[in-house]
Protein backbone atom coordinates (compact mmCIF):
# COMPACT_ATOMS: atom_id res chain seq x y z
CA UNK A 1 0.00 0.00 0.00
CA UNK A 2 0.85 3.27 -0.89
CA UNK A 3 1.53 6.49 1.81
CA UNK A 4 -2.20 7.94 1.03
CA UNK A 5 -3.71 4.78 1.40
CA UNK A 6 -1.74 3.97 4.86
CA UNK A 7 -1.71 7.79 6.16
CA UNK A 8 -6.02 7.31 5.60
CA UNK A 9 -6.24 4.10 7.50
CA UNK A 10 -3.98 5.53 10.25
CA UNK A 11 -6.20 8.77 10.86
CA UNK A 12 -9.40 6.30 10.33
CA UNK A 13 -8.07 4.73 13.08
CA UNK A 14 -6.85 7.17 15.12
CA UNK A 15 -9.76 9.56 14.85
CA UNK A 16 -12.69 6.63 15.10
CA UNK A 17 -10.57 5.87 18.21
CA UNK A 18 -11.10 9.12 19.51
CA UNK A 19 -14.89 10.46 18.31
CA UNK A 20 -15.83 7.71 21.00
CA UNK A 21 -14.55 9.64 24.57
CA UNK A 22 -16.26 12.43 23.16
CA UNK A 23 -19.41 10.64 21.84
CA UNK A 24 -19.51 9.50 25.66
CA UNK A 25 -17.73 12.05 27.58
CA UNK A 26 -20.01 15.28 26.48
CA UNK A 27 -23.71 13.39 27.46
CA UNK A 28 -22.00 11.94 30.08
CA UNK A 29 -21.45 15.47 31.72
CA UNK A 30 -24.58 17.14 31.38
CA UNK A 31 -25.77 13.80 33.63
CA UNK A 32 -23.64 14.73 36.09
CA UNK A 33 -24.90 18.07 35.99
CA UNK A 34 -28.52 16.46 35.90
CA UNK A 35 -27.64 14.29 39.30
CA UNK A 36 -26.14 17.57 40.86
CA UNK A 37 -28.75 19.66 40.27
CA UNK A 38 -31.10 16.75 41.74
CA UNK A 39 -28.78 16.61 44.86
CA UNK A 40 -29.13 20.24 45.66
CA UNK A 41 -32.93 19.99 44.81
CA UNK A 42 -33.79 17.11 46.72
CA UNK A 43 -30.92 16.51 49.33
CA UNK A 44 -31.65 12.70 48.63
CA UNK A 45 -28.17 10.68 48.94
CA UNK A 46 -29.00 8.97 45.82
CA UNK A 47 -28.36 11.36 43.69
CA UNK A 48 -25.05 12.46 45.07
CA UNK A 49 -24.08 8.56 44.98
CA UNK A 50 -24.22 8.14 41.51
CA UNK A 51 -23.12 11.65 40.69
CA UNK A 52 -19.70 10.38 42.66
CA UNK A 53 -20.32 7.08 40.50
CA UNK A 54 -20.67 8.58 37.21
CA UNK A 55 -17.89 11.55 38.09
CA UNK A 56 -15.53 8.73 38.25
CA UNK A 57 -16.08 7.06 34.99
CA UNK A 58 -16.46 10.38 33.50
CA UNK A 59 -12.58 10.72 34.46
CA UNK A 60 -11.30 8.30 32.71
CA UNK A 61 -13.03 8.15 29.61
CA UNK A 62 -11.76 12.41 29.31
CA UNK A 63 -8.39 11.36 30.02
CA UNK A 64 -8.15 8.89 27.11
CA UNK A 65 -10.49 11.63 25.04
CA UNK A 66 -7.83 14.07 25.92
CA UNK A 67 -4.44 11.52 25.56
CA UNK A 68 -5.84 10.63 21.64
CA UNK A 69 -6.98 14.02 20.79
CA UNK A 70 -3.48 15.24 21.20
CA UNK A 71 -2.10 12.37 18.60
CA UNK A 72 -4.58 13.56 16.25
CA UNK A 73 -3.39 17.44 16.42
CA UNK A 74 0.50 16.13 15.77
CA UNK A 75 -1.11 13.73 12.92
CA UNK A 76 -2.06 16.78 11.09
CA UNK A 77 1.56 18.18 10.47
CA UNK A 78 2.46 15.03 10.33
CA UNK A 79 1.07 12.95 7.89
CA UNK A 80 -0.96 15.79 5.88
CA UNK A 81 1.36 18.06 6.11
CA UNK A 82 0.26 19.35 2.62
CA UNK A 83 -3.14 20.04 4.01
CA UNK A 84 -2.14 21.78 7.00
CA UNK A 85 -0.33 24.39 5.33
CA UNK A 86 -2.91 24.90 2.37
CA UNK A 87 -6.20 25.15 5.05
CA UNK A 88 -3.94 26.93 8.20
CA UNK A 89 -5.46 30.19 7.57
CA UNK A 90 -8.84 29.13 7.57
CA UNK A 91 -9.46 26.44 9.97
CA UNK A 92 -6.31 27.08 12.65
CA UNK A 93 -7.72 29.70 14.45
CA UNK A 94 -10.16 27.41 14.80
CA UNK A 95 -8.40 24.79 16.75
CA UNK A 96 -6.78 27.64 18.70
CA UNK A 97 -10.36 28.96 19.67
CA UNK A 98 -10.99 25.36 21.14
CA UNK A 99 -7.88 25.01 23.17
CA UNK A 100 -8.79 28.69 24.62
CA UNK A 101 -12.14 28.32 24.91
CA UNK A 102 -12.87 24.81 25.68
CA UNK A 103 -10.13 22.69 26.92
CA UNK A 104 -8.74 25.47 28.95
CA UNK A 105 -11.91 25.79 30.64
CA UNK A 106 -12.19 22.12 31.16
CA UNK A 107 -8.45 21.33 32.25
CA UNK A 108 -9.12 24.65 34.98
CA UNK A 109 -12.09 23.08 36.78
CA UNK A 110 -12.25 19.17 35.90
CA UNK A 111 -9.89 18.91 38.94
CA UNK A 112 -12.32 20.37 41.39
CA UNK A 113 -15.09 18.16 39.69
CA UNK A 114 -12.94 15.22 40.05
CA UNK A 115 -11.66 16.22 43.74
CA UNK A 116 -12.94 19.38 45.23
CA UNK A 117 -16.63 17.98 46.86
CA UNK A 118 -15.50 17.54 50.05
CA UNK A 119 -13.15 20.83 49.99
CA UNK A 120 -15.48 23.59 48.50
CA UNK A 121 -18.69 22.64 48.99
CA UNK A 122 -21.83 21.23 46.68
CA UNK A 123 -22.82 25.02 44.79
CA UNK A 124 -19.32 25.55 43.80
CA UNK A 125 -18.78 21.90 43.14
CA UNK A 126 -22.02 21.94 41.02
CA UNK A 127 -20.51 24.76 39.51
CA UNK A 128 -17.54 23.19 38.16
CA UNK A 129 -19.38 20.26 36.88
CA UNK A 130 -21.03 22.63 34.95
CA UNK A 131 -18.44 24.61 33.93
CA UNK A 132 -16.77 21.27 32.30
CA UNK A 133 -19.77 20.50 30.51
CA UNK A 134 -20.31 23.71 29.15
CA UNK A 135 -16.82 23.22 27.82
CA UNK A 136 -17.20 20.03 26.21
CA UNK A 137 -19.99 21.32 24.10
CA UNK A 138 -17.76 24.36 23.01
CA UNK A 139 -15.14 21.70 22.14
CA UNK A 140 -17.35 19.95 19.66
CA UNK A 141 -18.41 23.34 18.30
CA UNK A 142 -15.26 24.54 17.04
CA UNK A 143 -14.15 20.81 15.84
CA UNK A 144 -17.50 20.68 13.81
CA UNK A 145 -17.16 23.77 12.27
CA UNK A 146 -13.56 23.30 11.19
CA UNK A 147 -14.73 19.68 9.31
CA UNK A 148 -17.83 21.20 8.62
CA UNK A 149 -15.57 24.20 6.65
CA UNK A 150 -13.95 21.12 4.75
CA UNK A 151 -17.32 19.55 4.13
CA UNK A 152 -19.33 22.67 2.56
CA UNK A 153 -16.29 25.59 2.15
CA UNK A 154 -17.27 29.23 1.86
CA UNK A 155 -16.10 32.69 2.53
CA UNK A 156 -12.45 32.17 1.21
CA UNK A 157 -10.08 33.10 -1.54
CA UNK A 158 -7.38 30.77 -2.50
CA UNK A 159 -3.62 32.24 -3.45
CA UNK A 160 -1.33 31.41 -6.68
CA UNK A 161 0.55 28.68 -4.51
CA UNK A 162 -3.02 26.59 -3.30
CA UNK A 163 -3.57 28.33 0.05
CA UNK A 164 -6.79 29.37 1.25
CA UNK A 165 -7.44 33.00 3.15
CA UNK A 166 -10.42 33.67 5.08
CA UNK A 167 -12.71 36.45 4.05
CA UNK A 168 -15.30 35.92 6.66
CA UNK A 169 -14.57 35.07 10.08
CA UNK A 170 -18.28 34.51 10.67
CA UNK A 171 -18.80 32.85 7.18
CA UNK A 172 -15.66 30.57 7.98
CA UNK A 173 -17.39 28.58 11.23
CA UNK A 174 -21.54 28.85 10.43
CA UNK A 175 -21.07 27.09 6.95
CA UNK A 176 -24.28 25.90 5.55
CA UNK A 177 -24.11 22.08 7.01
CA UNK A 178 -22.56 23.13 10.21
CA UNK A 179 -25.78 24.03 12.19
CA UNK A 180 -27.26 20.14 10.69
CA UNK A 181 -23.52 18.44 11.45
CA UNK A 182 -23.11 20.08 15.30
CA UNK A 183 -26.88 19.37 16.48
CA UNK A 184 -26.26 15.65 15.13
CA UNK A 185 -23.31 15.18 16.79
CA UNK A 186 -24.23 16.40 20.26
CA UNK A 187 -27.71 15.11 20.18
CA UNK A 188 -26.08 11.53 19.58
CA UNK A 189 -23.39 11.96 22.03
CA UNK A 190 -26.43 12.35 24.82
CA UNK A 191 -28.17 9.36 23.13
CA UNK A 192 -24.94 7.67 23.56
CA UNK A 193 -24.30 8.79 26.83
CA UNK A 194 -28.05 7.61 28.02
CA UNK A 195 -27.65 4.03 27.04
CA UNK A 196 -24.19 3.75 28.56
CA UNK A 197 -26.14 5.04 31.72
CA UNK A 198 -29.39 3.13 31.06
CA UNK A 199 -26.82 -0.43 30.31
CA UNK A 200 -25.16 0.53 33.36
CA UNK A 201 -28.28 0.61 35.55
CA UNK A 202 -30.25 -2.43 34.28
CA UNK A 203 -27.05 -4.41 35.12
CA UNK A 204 -27.35 -3.29 39.14
CA UNK A 205 -30.91 -4.04 39.10
CA UNK A 206 -30.87 -7.24 37.19
CA UNK A 207 -28.10 -8.15 39.88
CA UNK A 208 -30.38 -7.57 42.58
CA UNK A 209 -27.35 -6.30 45.21
CA UNK A 210 -29.59 -4.33 48.11
CA UNK A 211 -27.31 -1.65 48.05
CA UNK A 212 -26.98 -0.80 44.54
CA UNK A 213 -31.35 -0.55 43.77
CA UNK A 214 -32.13 2.76 44.85
CA UNK A 215 -29.32 4.29 42.71
CA UNK A 216 -29.91 1.59 40.15
CA UNK A 217 -33.59 2.87 39.87
CA UNK A 218 -33.47 6.38 40.15
CA UNK A 219 -30.37 6.08 37.26
CA UNK A 220 -32.40 3.65 34.62
CA UNK A 221 -35.86 5.77 35.16
CA UNK A 222 -33.96 9.28 34.66
CA UNK A 223 -31.45 7.29 31.76
CA UNK A 224 -34.53 6.29 29.78
CA UNK A 225 -36.97 9.24 29.75
CA UNK A 226 -33.67 11.05 28.16
CA UNK A 227 -33.73 8.50 25.43
CA UNK A 228 -37.26 8.34 24.88
CA UNK A 229 -37.22 12.20 24.18
CA UNK A 230 -33.94 12.21 22.23
CA UNK A 231 -33.87 8.84 19.85
CA UNK A 232 -36.88 10.15 18.14
CA UNK A 233 -34.96 14.21 18.26
CA UNK A 234 -32.08 12.38 16.61
CA UNK A 235 -33.90 10.78 13.82
CA UNK A 236 -35.76 14.20 12.67
CA UNK A 237 -32.40 15.88 13.19
CA UNK A 238 -31.00 13.53 10.94
CA UNK A 239 -33.74 13.95 8.41
CA UNK A 240 -33.13 17.83 8.14
CA UNK A 241 -29.25 16.86 7.69
CA UNK A 242 -29.81 14.62 5.03
CA UNK A 243 -31.73 17.40 3.09
CA UNK A 244 -28.83 19.36 3.97
CA UNK A 245 -26.48 17.01 2.09
CA UNK A 246 -28.59 16.30 -0.62
CA UNK A 247 -28.28 20.52 -1.60
CA UNK A 248 -24.75 20.84 -0.66
CA UNK A 249 -23.34 17.57 -1.27
CA UNK A 250 -25.19 15.67 -3.55
CA UNK A 251 -22.69 13.17 -4.43
CA UNK A 252 -22.42 12.06 -1.10
CA UNK A 253 -25.96 11.61 -1.27
CA UNK A 254 -25.82 9.39 -4.49
CA UNK A 255 -23.08 7.03 -2.98
CA UNK A 256 -24.92 6.69 0.77
CA UNK A 257 -27.90 5.46 -1.62
CA UNK A 258 -26.14 3.97 -4.45
CA UNK A 259 -28.18 5.92 -6.95
CA UNK A 260 -26.11 5.93 -9.94
CA UNK A 261 -28.65 7.64 -12.19
CA UNK A 262 -30.27 11.15 -11.71
CA UNK A 263 -33.67 10.33 -11.91
CA UNK A 264 -37.31 11.17 -10.33
CA UNK A 265 -39.75 9.10 -8.33
CA UNK A 266 -36.72 6.80 -7.32
CA UNK A 267 -37.30 3.65 -5.30
CA UNK A 268 -35.70 2.95 -1.81
CA UNK A 269 -33.19 0.63 -1.37
CA UNK A 270 -33.18 -1.41 1.65
CA UNK A 271 -30.09 -3.46 0.58
CA UNK A 272 -27.95 -4.25 -1.85
CA UNK A 273 -24.20 -4.99 -2.97
CA UNK A 274 -23.34 -1.93 -5.16
CA UNK A 275 -21.03 -2.94 -8.21
CA UNK A 276 -18.50 0.07 -8.51
CA UNK A 277 -17.04 -1.56 -11.68
CA UNK A 278 -20.55 -1.90 -13.78
CA UNK A 279 -22.13 1.02 -11.95
CA UNK A 280 -25.08 -0.79 -10.91
CA UNK A 281 -27.10 -2.85 -7.68
CA UNK A 282 -26.56 -6.33 -7.42
CA UNK A 283 -29.17 -8.31 -5.42
CA UNK A 284 -31.34 -4.76 -4.72
CA UNK A 285 -33.99 -4.83 -2.38
CA UNK A 286 -35.95 -1.96 -3.48
CA UNK A 287 -39.50 0.44 -2.55
CA UNK A 288 -40.83 2.12 -5.13
CA UNK A 289 -41.36 5.62 -5.32
CA UNK A 290 -40.19 5.58 -1.51
CA UNK A 291 -36.78 6.82 -2.12
CA UNK A 292 -37.98 10.57 -3.46
CA UNK A 293 -40.16 10.61 -0.76
CA UNK A 294 -37.70 10.28 2.23
CA UNK A 295 -34.87 11.82 0.32
CA UNK A 296 -36.98 14.85 -1.37
CA UNK A 297 -40.32 14.87 0.90
CA UNK A 298 -41.86 15.00 -2.45
CA UNK A 299 -43.45 12.07 -4.77
CA UNK A 300 -41.51 13.26 -7.88
CA UNK A 301 -38.31 14.36 -6.45
CA UNK A 302 -35.24 14.28 -8.42
CA UNK A 303 -32.10 12.61 -6.95
CA UNK A 304 -28.93 13.22 -8.68
CA UNK A 305 -26.73 10.62 -9.29
CA UNK A 306 -22.88 9.06 -8.90
CA UNK A 307 -22.97 8.92 -13.31
CA UNK A 308 -23.55 12.84 -13.27
CA UNK A 309 -19.82 13.31 -11.82
CA UNK A 310 -16.67 11.31 -13.64
CA UNK A 311 -15.51 8.07 -11.54
CA UNK A 312 -12.63 10.18 -10.17
CA UNK A 313 -14.76 12.21 -8.47
CA UNK A 314 -16.87 9.70 -6.17
CA UNK A 315 -16.32 8.70 -2.92
CA UNK A 316 -16.21 4.50 -2.50
CA UNK A 317 -19.47 3.66 -2.52
CA UNK A 318 -19.89 0.22 -0.85
CA UNK A 319 -18.64 1.86 2.87
CA UNK A 320 -20.94 4.86 2.90
CA UNK A 321 -23.49 2.73 1.45
CA UNK A 322 -23.71 -0.14 4.53
CA UNK A 323 -22.17 2.68 7.17
CA UNK A 324 -25.24 4.36 6.34
CA UNK A 325 -27.56 1.36 7.01
CA UNK A 326 -25.48 0.50 10.21
CA UNK A 327 -26.35 3.83 11.23
CA UNK A 328 -29.89 3.95 10.94
CA UNK A 329 -30.09 0.23 12.26
CA UNK A 330 -28.56 1.31 15.25
CA UNK A 331 -30.72 4.31 15.68
CA UNK A 332 -33.73 1.92 14.87
CA UNK A 333 -33.21 -0.80 17.62
CA UNK A 334 -32.62 2.13 20.09
CA UNK A 335 -35.99 4.15 19.41
CA UNK A 336 -37.65 0.40 19.72
CA UNK A 337 -35.86 0.27 23.37
CA UNK A 338 -36.50 3.57 24.00
CA UNK A 339 -40.38 3.31 23.48
CA UNK A 340 -40.55 -0.08 25.36
CA UNK A 341 -39.13 1.59 28.43
CA UNK A 342 -42.37 4.24 28.06
CA UNK A 343 -44.78 0.87 27.92
CA UNK A 344 -43.23 -1.13 30.45
CA UNK A 345 -43.32 2.19 32.58
CA UNK A 346 -46.50 2.61 32.22
CA UNK A 347 -47.23 -1.11 33.04
CA UNK A 348 -45.74 -0.30 36.25
CA UNK A 349 -42.93 -2.80 35.04
CA UNK A 350 -39.98 -1.00 34.13
CA UNK A 351 -37.43 -2.47 36.90
CA UNK A 352 -38.98 -6.10 37.32
CA UNK A 353 -38.90 -6.80 33.57
CA UNK A 354 -35.63 -9.02 32.95
CA UNK A 355 -35.44 -9.73 29.47
CA UNK A 356 -35.80 -5.78 29.05
CA UNK A 357 -32.69 -5.46 31.48
CA UNK A 358 -31.14 -7.57 29.09
CA UNK A 359 -31.89 -5.34 26.21
CA UNK A 360 -30.59 -2.35 27.64
CA UNK A 361 -27.18 -3.57 28.77
CA UNK A 362 -26.93 -5.26 24.85
CA UNK A 363 -28.05 -1.39 23.78
CA UNK A 364 -24.49 -0.25 25.24
CA UNK A 365 -22.34 -0.67 22.36
CA UNK A 366 -25.19 1.05 19.63
CA UNK A 367 -24.64 4.48 20.44
CA UNK A 368 -20.91 4.23 19.70
CA UNK A 369 -21.25 1.84 16.87
CA UNK A 370 -23.83 4.26 15.05
CA UNK A 371 -20.96 7.10 16.22
CA UNK A 372 -18.85 5.97 14.18
CA UNK A 373 -20.76 4.83 11.04
CA UNK A 374 -21.94 8.35 10.43
CA UNK A 375 -18.61 9.32 10.80
CA UNK A 376 -17.46 7.09 8.29
CA UNK A 377 -20.53 8.19 5.91
CA UNK A 378 -18.76 12.09 6.79
CA UNK A 379 -15.70 11.28 5.87
CA UNK A 380 -15.64 8.70 3.47
CA UNK A 381 -18.69 9.95 1.39
CA UNK A 382 -16.52 13.36 0.82
CA UNK A 383 -13.81 11.90 -0.96
CA UNK A 384 -12.01 12.22 -2.82
CA UNK A 385 -11.91 15.50 -1.87
CA UNK A 386 -10.41 16.78 1.72
CA UNK A 387 -11.92 20.20 1.53
CA UNK A 388 -14.70 19.44 -0.83
CA UNK A 389 -14.36 20.37 -4.61
CA UNK A 390 -11.32 22.00 -3.71
CA UNK A 391 -8.37 20.17 -2.48
CA UNK A 392 -8.03 16.60 -3.31
CA UNK A 393 -6.90 14.24 -0.51
CA UNK A 394 -4.34 12.91 -2.49
CA UNK A 395 -2.76 16.74 -2.52
CA UNK A 396 -2.70 16.89 0.90
CA UNK A 397 -0.48 14.05 2.55
CA UNK A 398 3.09 14.32 3.38
CA UNK A 399 5.97 13.22 1.07
CA UNK A 400 6.85 10.33 3.93
CA UNK A 401 8.10 6.64 3.04
CA UNK A 402 5.10 3.91 3.49
CA UNK A 403 7.11 1.97 6.10
CA UNK A 404 7.51 5.25 8.18
CA UNK A 405 3.79 5.73 8.25
CA UNK A 406 3.21 1.52 8.34
CA UNK A 407 5.18 1.34 11.75
CA UNK A 408 3.45 4.27 13.43
CA UNK A 409 0.51 2.83 12.16
CA UNK A 410 1.19 -0.64 13.88
CA UNK A 411 2.92 1.49 16.97
CA UNK A 412 -0.44 3.08 17.12
CA UNK A 413 -2.62 -0.23 16.85
CA UNK A 414 -0.81 -1.60 20.06
CA UNK A 415 -1.07 0.81 22.07
CA UNK A 416 -4.23 2.30 21.42
CA UNK A 417 -5.66 -1.31 22.33
CA UNK A 418 -3.53 -1.36 25.86
CA UNK A 419 -5.29 1.82 26.41
CA UNK A 420 -8.50 0.39 25.80
CA UNK A 421 -8.32 -2.80 27.97
CA UNK A 422 -7.04 -0.79 30.56
CA UNK A 423 -10.23 1.52 30.43
CA UNK A 424 -12.58 -1.35 30.48
CA UNK A 425 -10.15 -3.09 33.40
CA UNK A 426 -10.87 0.07 35.53
CA UNK A 427 -13.96 0.80 34.57
CA UNK A 428 -15.94 -2.78 34.57
CA UNK A 429 -14.22 -3.03 38.02
CA UNK A 430 -16.41 0.24 39.13
CA UNK A 431 -19.59 -0.86 37.39
CA UNK A 432 -19.14 -4.44 39.33
CA UNK A 433 -18.47 -3.01 42.70
CA UNK A 434 -21.58 -0.77 42.29
CA UNK A 435 -22.34 2.73 43.40
CA UNK A 436 -23.05 1.90 47.00
CA UNK A 437 -19.09 1.06 47.61
CA UNK A 438 -18.03 4.33 46.50
CA UNK A 439 -18.16 5.84 49.91
CA UNK A 440 -17.97 10.02 50.10
CA UNK A 441 -14.75 10.87 51.80
CA UNK A 442 -14.94 13.35 54.35
CA UNK A 443 -13.70 16.65 54.85
CA UNK A 444 -10.57 17.06 56.46
CA UNK A 445 -10.43 17.33 60.31
CA UNK A 446 -15.08 16.30 60.16
CA UNK A 447 -16.44 12.97 60.58
CA UNK A 448 -18.50 11.54 58.12
CA UNK A 449 -21.84 13.53 57.80
CA UNK A 450 -20.63 16.98 58.13
CA UNK A 451 -21.80 19.71 56.26
CA UNK A 452 -24.77 17.68 54.25
CA UNK A 453 -22.35 14.54 53.67
CA UNK A 454 -24.37 11.10 54.06
CA UNK A 455 -22.31 8.78 56.19
CA UNK A 456 -22.76 4.60 55.67
CA UNK A 457 -26.17 4.92 57.39
CA UNK A 458 -27.29 7.93 56.25
CA UNK A 459 -28.89 6.59 52.42
CA UNK A 460 -32.46 6.50 52.05
CA UNK A 461 -34.93 5.45 48.87
CA UNK A 462 -35.70 7.94 47.04
Known amino acids: MDTLILSRLQFAFTMGYHILWPAFTIGLAWFIVFLGAAWLRTRNPVWQELQRFWIKVFSLAFGMGVVTGVVISYQLGLNWSAYARATANVIGPLFVLEVLTAFFLEAGFVGIMLFGRERVGDKIHFAACLIVA ?30 FIATDFWGVIFTPSMPYRFAHMVTASFVTGAFVVAGVSAFWLWRGRPGDQSAARAAFSASLWLAAILVPLQLEIGDQHGQNTRQYQPIKLAAIEARWDTASRVPLTLIAWPNEKQERNDYALDIPVLGSI ?124 LLLLGFFFYAGQMVFRGPSNLAPTPPVGRPAGAQGLPDATSRTKP
Open 134 to 163: TGTVISAFWIISANSWMQTPQAFTTTADGR
Open 294 to 417: VLTHSLDGQVQGLKSVPAIDRPPVVPVFFAFRIMVGCGILLLAIAMTGLFLRWRRRLYDTRWYQFACMASVPLGFVATLAGWTITEVGRQPWVVYGHLRTAHAVSPLAGGAVASSLGVALILYN
